[in-house]
């Protein structure tokens, strides 16, 4: 098996949870749109992250859509540590909640959306959740970055 899979063109996110009082927030690129009408999405989860735990037991998060712009700071933050170890949000005064609760990143973000999750499949070491949108913004113009050109221009 060579490198192929990466070569489907794919986006980063902070997908954003809440638990009680802990909020987290970790990067995922495995994110598709389902459906466009009603608007639905698929996101994909280790079952291994903190994230996914949260995410099973509330049924809600938000996805913040990266931008070509993302300094490798934000990746190493929520993608190279789990929130078992830190809290993610301690030190970030760059974020807000939208309506559901949760918070999303307004910088280096083009988009939020809120999702609610309708059904997961298992799939061993992830889970496939597939969310109905409850609550979308438009934050900026920037162009979204790819899951190619975080392998560019941060994994030499
Ligand atoms: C570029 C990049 C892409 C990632 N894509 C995914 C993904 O699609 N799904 C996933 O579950 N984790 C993905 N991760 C890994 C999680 O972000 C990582 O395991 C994180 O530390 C989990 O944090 P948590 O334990 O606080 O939830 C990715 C990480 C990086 C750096």
Redesign the pocket.
Known sequence: MDTAIFNLTHG?YVLTTRLGEKD????????MQATAMPQRIAI???K?????GILAASGIFNLSILTEDTPQKV?QH???????DVN?FEKCDEVQRSANGLYFIPKYTNAFLSGKVEQSIDLDT?TVFIASITESRVLSDGKGIT?ND?RANFRK
Do not use: P
């Open positions: 980063l987290n927030g970790c990067i995922i690129d495995a994110v994909g989860v280790m291994h992250n903190l994230s996914h990746f929520f993608g190279l540590q789990s929130g078992r993610k992830h899951y975080y």
